[in-house]
């Protein structure tokens, strides 16, 4: 019998749910993983709650989620040890429903209300677990408790062997013209280059399959970074390939771009240019930096630390 702690996972943001299940343990998905085939494929410890896919579970919400939960198929919260969520609806989907640990991944600290955060940080029922320093940063600073902080970790041989051969400037961040952020900036940095952004949620974009996304990594000469927090999940995978990074200044990006050493920092479309075009000029000087950035994501970013750091924190957790 398998006596390791049973996950329920409420769909979320793909790239998170793919490398959190990675962790290992049985994953009991309140869906279907073909829902997001094309994002990463499904683990083998993942098991769908619902038979089959269907279209109409694209259109599934807060109140579908809820009835899900209620249907004694499902098996709530008897067939589950822990629930993983991640976005602001699914804590207030889980706030009425006892019965079972609540792992809180923080995604945005203003999704909550501060009246949430001091429920959330209250309970007994929920613990919180981020993967940005910012956020760590604040709940220390505004809140007095210590968050823990898992940074993304990511299987190495996964990503390995930048080429650069496409001589292009590769993003991907999804709804990206409307989500804002330095689009403007983007457009005007790129004018004239040699460019590609994916966008998986664009339907006048072909659907890049997960082998399609490593791909463009590994053939793109420079990774451009731009974002709302202080990494993303492709960043760190673009890292992880070997490649040399150009990004928008935002808050923490230091961290993860450190200016001359894995790839350039730009304030201006101007500047974001520039550093590009310097980088698909110089070749040796892209190997140099994509070197410094693979090395970077072994020490820091390795999925063995992110899987046992994973481990360790859920087990502590169902032990109280």
């Known amino acids: 019998m398998d006596e390791r702690p049973r996950i329920l996972m409420v769909p979320t943001h793909p790239g998170v749910q793919y490398h959190f299940c990675r962790v290992g343990l049985p994953v009991h998905f309140l869906g279907h993983w073909d829902q997001f085939h094309y994002w990463r494929p499904q683990p083998a410890n993942v098991h769908n709650v619902l038979p089959r896919f269907e279209d109409a579970h694209l259109e599934l919400g807060p109140a579908d989620y809820a009835r899900l939960l209620d249907d004694p198929a499902v098996g709530f919260p008897e067939r589950y040890d822990l629930a993983w969520l991640m976005f602001n609806w699914q804590f207030k989907l889980f706030r009425e429903r006892r019965g079972i640990k609540k792992l809180y991944r923080v995604s945005k600290v203003e999704e909550l209300e501060p009246r949430e955060w001091d429920e959330l940080l209250s309970r007994d029922d929920f613990t919180v677990v981020s993967f940005y320093p910012n956020t760590v940063a ?55 280059l040699p460019a590609l952004h994916i966008d998986h949620l664009e339907p006048n974009q072909p659907v890049y399959e997960y082998d399609d996304l490593l791909r463009a990594l590994r053939r793109a000469r420079v990774y451009l970074h731009d974002g709302e927090q202080e990494y993303t999940i492709t960043l760190i995978e673009a890292m992880m390939t070997g490649l040399p990074l150009v990004s928008f200044r935002i808050p923490g990006i230091e961290r993860y771009v450190v200016h001359g050493v894995n790839g350039f920092v730009g304030d201006s479309a101007r500047e974001i240019r520039e550093h590009c075009q310097l980088l698909l000029h110089d070749r040796a000087l892209a190997e140099a930096m994509g070197r410094a950035s693979r090395e970077m994501a072994l020490r820091d970013y390795h999925e063995d630390r992110w899987r046992a750091q994973w481990r360790e924190l859920i087990t502590a957790w169902l032990a109280r």
């Open 138 to 192: 604040w709940a220390r600073e505004t809140r007095g408790v210590e968050i823990p902080y898992v940074p993304l970790g990511l299987d190495p041989d996964a990503y390995d062997g930048w080429t650069g051969e496409d001589d292009n400037v590769l993003s991907i961040i999804h709804s990206y013209r409307e989500r804002g952020w330095h689009y403007r900036q983007y457009v005007e940095a790129m004018d004239g």
